[in-house]
């Protein structure tokens, strides 16, 4: 970076600029994955689109990398990079509720707490993540899962109704259903691809308290427990949502002395129907397999959405697999048991998610967000605090991933759960949806400035 460059970005933006040397800046660079180690030339915390706008013209006229920093927690590290610019809106976490409309206004800085404290206190919420530190921006762009909600309300992208996006012309336009509506499908699925999100506007349901919380089982009883649950949530009614897993118990109150440290199978079911009916919900769980520990009880939705924060903090070793999955046969149950039981530690863990209902109601192709015809979401979540580590564990999530993406009739998976050495299947991820959101691209970012994430590839019509 050339002294003219660096004064003209100092005298054009109004948030922090912070370069190697400063005080704050191996703090500013880090992102949620430890494993990521990148020295970028800069990094501007921008404070309102002004500054958004300045930053993505000045890296183009620097001829630098920009990396585009929301949530900051996609695994791969693309929130930062080595040598260009990173341009993070944590300062732009402004969020405004509509309670008559039922919509909010939510900055492109914004993570999930800033979203469920907000809408919360007027009864209202929208499915998403449930770690509370994750990027409401990056998360709906790439699609957005909620395990608690999706059968119930859709992906948070299907909640989407419009985004104020700075593309790579330094414009900042709107995408909406009646603006842009190419750009608008395209940012229902398509990742980061097409701009910088600085606000989104989305729609909130009626969602208060839930009856919810972690449910821990004998091991010895995952197959069945597995069955269980592919058979029995999938005809629930769709106010139950939850999901399956494989964990190492935690040294929790709730659960006996004894067993910390055990591998158990677990569900974290959320009930967010008709009180009356939670306790024949959860018995009917708790039936279906011997029941260790659990803590399960009527509570405000944000309290079940930050309940694993604490066990996932910044800073930990992070390496993931994912599929979607069309079904769950008998032969994929026994491999996810045989891996599944061997699970490394108390952060690691094996999560299935349900791909069904409200999801299912979406057109295929209405969305950029491919494979809703799956029935599952399968994470293979390596997280583990040591570096020194980082062999033996990555190992098993890649030989667990070989052992069960066989069954999954796919061959592409979620986007927001990729690891690094997954771009080579950024064509198989976005599935039928690929050719249109190259078209797309072409139009609105023909030089693929932005690049740093799950890349579509630029296409020209002649």
């Not at 040397?21 to 500013?28: I, L, N, Q, S, T």
């Not at 520990?293 to 930990?316: I, K």
Request: hydrophobic share 40%.
């Amino acid at each position: 970076m050339t002294p003219a460059i660096a004064e003209r970005i100092e005298s054009h933006v109004r948030g922090e600029v912070i370069a190697p040397g400063a005080e704050a800046y191996d703090e500013a660079r880090a992102v949620y994955n430890g494993m990521i180690d990148r020295r970028p030339e800069l990094i501007v915390r921008a404070r309102d689109e002004a500054d958004v706008v300045a930053t993505v013209e000045l890296a183009q006229d620097a001829h630098m990398d920009l990396a585009v920093r929301g949530g900051a927690h996609g695994v791969p590290g693309y929130g930062t990079c080595d040598g260009g610019i990173v341009l993070d809106l944590s300062m732009i976490r402004n969020v405004h509720v509509d309670p008559a409309t039922r919509t909010a206004r939510v900055g492109g800085g914004a993570v999930l707490a800033d979203l469920d404290h907000a809408t919360h206190a007027f009864g209202l919420a929208t499915p998403a993540g449930f770690i509370s530190s994750t990027g409401v921006a990056g998360l709906t762009l790439g699609g957005g899962i909620g395990p608690y909600l999706s059968r119930r309300f859709g992906l948070t992208c299907d909640n989407l109704l419009s985004a104020q996006v700075v593309v790579a012309d330094g414009q900042l336009v709107t995408a909406s259903e009646e603006e842009n509506p190419d750009l608008f499908w395209a940012l229902r699925g398509g990742g980061g691809n097409f701009g910088v999100v600085t606000e989104m506007e989305l729609r909130l349901h009626e969602v208060d308290q839930v009856v919810g919380g972690p449910m821990f089982f004998e091991l010895h009883a995952a197959d069945e427990l597995m069955r269980f649950f592919r058979d029995y949530f999938r005809q629930a009614p769709r106010e139950l949502g939850g999901y399956f897993g494989f964990h190492v118990a935690p040294p929790l109150p709730f659960i006996p002395e004894s067993r910390h440290g055990e591998t158990l199978c677990a569900l974290v079911p959320c009930w967010s129907g008709d009180p009356e009916r939670a306790e024949e919900i959860l018995d009917t769980i708790r039936d279906a397999a011997p029941v260790v520990a659990e803590h399960v009880g009527t509570m405000p939705y944000p309290v079940l959405q930050t309940a694993f924060d604490e066990l996932l903090p910044a800073g930990l070793q992070h390496y993931w697999k994912a599929d979607f999955v069309r079904d769950l046969p008998d032969q994929a149950i026994g491999v996810h048991v045989e891996h599944g039981a061997q699970v490394p530690c108390v952060t690691s863990a094996v999560h299935l998610y349900l791909m069904d209902g409200a999801v299912h109601d979406v057109a295929p192709d209405a969305t950029a967000f491919a494979h809703r015809d799956a029935d599952f979401v399968v994470n293979i979540a390596g997280i583990w605090p040591d570096p020194a580590d980082n062999a033996a564990n990555t190992a098993w999530v890649r030989d667990y991933y070989q052992a069960v993406h066989p069954f999954s009739g796919f061959e592409g998976g979620y986007t927001n759960f990729m690891a690094a050495d997954d771009e080579s299947r950024v064509r198989e991820n976005y599935g039928e949806s690929y050719a249109r959101l190259a078209e797309i691209k072409g139009r609105w970012d023909p030089d693929n400035v932005f690049h740093l994430n799950q890349n579509v590839k630029p296409t020209t019509s002649a």
